[in-house]
């Protein structure tokens, strides 16, 4: 039935291109002289502007009409006209017979030669022999759904053009008319698909073929950006926006959205400033009209307490994941913050696609403040996990973070990363889910990490990424609505606090990381090594003695091969690798005779590496 279908439309669109192509070759090229022009098809063919003997320039054109008006009736067509001459004097022929002489004084009136200027006569003549009696301005046309483009009618014949959809291949797809002076069609898109239109002027017509497509999408960004932080790097401000701007793009299936631009930024804000970034973004996929917008927002640096969340969740087991599945499934309350560590390598034999995802099964919308690290997938364990904790203790140390919205029963796509076979995804992320201001929603939102097989999904972000969410929002299904947290890997500790005293000239301190194990909320799991817990270490320094000592910091690892991160007030301190028995000076602090010093570190167990870890202070 398709075949069949497609023979008619094929064998309709070609009876009609023949009819067009007979009718044209019917109607006569139109010839007219006005004063010394001969004009042929409504074009200035030949102007004439000196005499020749007695014969003054407009009795010459009207000669040369005559002739050429015989030798038209004779059936002669532009490829009929040709040039004879010599330097004296050229002629203009048709069909072998003198049509038009190009004397010395004809030349010597326009600057050049009579062979020359008989030649460009004779040029222009089989132009305007060969104007068509109808045609258009474009024989294809693209129209988007619901708009209109219009499409100029070429004609030297009498009278208004006519239009008539002719139904194929598809019927209703266009809903032509003319408009203004009757020699220009407005073409309006109905419905996707493509239609014939034909165009007619008298009893010549000519087709116009009709695509009508939807645009790929719109990017229409409905609230600001909004970030933490202090000493924002512009890296992660145009990563926020890159991704609000995927969030708010409103596609057709299969279409996608880019940044086609460098994002520009019209300053880094500082803590309760706002500014202004744009970006020139293109929707485009296969089937649809791409689409090119100037997109502006206003970027907010809200104040934001930091706080340190309740729970830590470790996606961890399997390590190795040989087939396509599910990996954590957590929950996190309103009001309620909780720490993400994941660390999976890909034991498949083919390409997987990490995800992250926060669903929303409420019927309220949440606002969650996001802050974490995302390292690129690599075969090294201990540098993909050392990556990730590296960036995590940076925005944590200065509440870098964005908010994102999510919508009632939707969820959002915070992260999605191609993981090659035998390569190392980790990154730590940050939740907490707001208050809302004026309702309270009941029902939590789930925290959901799992590996699936990669089919060429276009992803929006590749590398190492300090932001989230770069896929807008989508409703839940039924099976999502009912997913529920089943997993023992929660801990309701985050956070240890130690507190040590080093005295110059004594024993040396040594500080164990990841020794005492955090236990899950049913208590019946244990975290060894504590990955993802924050350490934080308050080291009281005295220096009783009257000279000038430095008091060094070293990482030793004690569990076997590992790194290690540190925030010492703002600087970060990084350990990337290193084997026992070796150990890492991390920093020195130089005390004054008698004085005391307090300082404080942070730091955390990293994914792949082995911890229990040792702090050593000495001098």
């Not at 049913?522 to 009281?540: A, S």
Request: hydrophobic residues 40%; aromatic residues 4%.
């Amino acid at each position: 039935m398709v075949d069949q279908t497609m023979r008619t439309t094929v064998t309709i669109s070609i009876l009609l291109f023949m009819t067009v192509l007979s009718a044209h070759a019917q109607i006569p090229p139109r010839v007219e002289v006005r004063g010394s022009s001969l004009i042929v098809n409504r074009a200035t063919a030949i102007h004439i502007r000196v005499s020749n003997g007695a014969l003054p320039p407009e009795r010459r054109a009207q000669i040369a009409g005559e002739r050429l008006r015989s030798a038209i009736a004779q059936g002669l067509r532009a490829g009929h006209v040709g040039v004879k001459g010599n330097r004296r004097r050229a002629e203009v022929t048709i069909g072998g017979n003198l049509l038009l002489y190009a004397t010395r004084a004809d030349a010597r009136a326009v600057g050049t030669t009579p062979l020359r200027l008989a030649q460009t006569w004779a040029s222009s003549l089989r132009h305007c022999l060969s104007i068509p009696p109808l045609s258009l301005s474009t024989s294809q046309l693209l129209v988007p759904l619901g708009e209109s483009r219009l499409v100029r009618v070429n004609s030297w014949l009498e009278g208004t053009a006519v239009v008539a959809s002719t139904g194929t291949p598809d019927d209703g797809v266009t809903d032509p008319a003319v408009i203004g002076d009757g020699r220009t069609v407005r073409v309006t898109g109905r419905a996707v698909g493509t239609e014939k239109v034909l165009v007619s002027v008298g009893e010549i017509s000519v087709p116009l073929t009709v695509t009508v497509r939807k645009y790929a999408g719109l990017v229409s960004p409905v609230e600001p950006v909004q970030v933490t932080g202090t000493s924002l790097p512009s890296s992660f401000i145009e990563q926020v926006v890159e991704s609000a701007i995927n969030r708010s793009a409103q596609l057709e299936p299969g279409a996608q959205v880019q940044i086609a631009s460098p994002i520009r930024l019209g300053s880094i804000p500082d803590v309760g400033q706002s500014t202004t970034a744009s970006a020139i973004v293109r929707a485009s996929g296969s089937g649809y009209i791409p689409r090119e917008q100037e997109v502006k927002l206003t970027v907010a640096n809200r104040p934001l307490v930091f706080n340190e969340p309740v729970l830590l969740m470790v996606s961890n087991d399997p390590e190795r994941v040989q087939k396509a599945q599910t990996l954590f499934v957590g929950e996190v309350g309103e009001g309620q913050g909780a720490r993400l560590l994941y660390h999976h390598m890909n034991g498949m034999v083919q390409d997987g696609l990490l995800q992250i995802e926060l669903l929303n099964p409420s019927d309220a919308v949440r606002t969650v403040h996001l802050t974490g690290a995302a390292s690129t997938p690599m075969r090294d364990t201990v540098r993909v996990g050392y990556i990730a904790g590296e960036l995590f203790l940076k925005a944590l140390t200065y509440n870098i973070g964005q908010l994102v919205t999510v919508p009632p029963q939707s969820k959002l796509v915070l992260l999605a990363q191609k993981v090659r076979p035998l390569d190392t995804a980790s990154g730590v992320l940050q939740v907490r889910v707001l208050s809302a201001e004026g309702s309270k929603a009941d029902t939590p939102c789930v925290l959901k990490v799992a590996l699936q097989t990669f089919q060429n999904q276009p992803l929006p972000l590749m590398g190492t990424t300090m932001a989230w969410g770069f896929v807008p929002p989508r409703p839940l299904s039924a099976e999502e609505r009912r997913q529920v947290a089943n997993n023992d890997h929660i801990y309701p500790t985050s956070v240890k606090v130690l507190t040590a005293t080093y005295v110059v000239g004594q024993r040396w301190q040594f500080i164990r990381i990841g020794e005492q194990a955090v236990q899950n909320h049913t208590r019946q799991r244990k975290l060894d090594g504590n990955y993802g817990v924050i350490y934080e270490l308050r080291l009281e320094l005295a220096n009783p003695t009257d000279k000038v000592r430095d008091v060094e910091m070293a990482f030793e690892p004690s569990g076997g091969e590992a790194g290690g991160v540190f925030a010492i007030g703002g600087d970060i301190r990084g350990v990337p690798r290193i084997f026992p028995p070796n150990e890492f000076s991390i920093t020195r602090v130089r005390l004054q005779p008698n004085q005391k010093r307090t300082i404080t570190i942070r730091t955390m167990p990293l994914a792949g590496s082995n911890y229990p870890a040792t702090l050593m202070v000495r001098s």
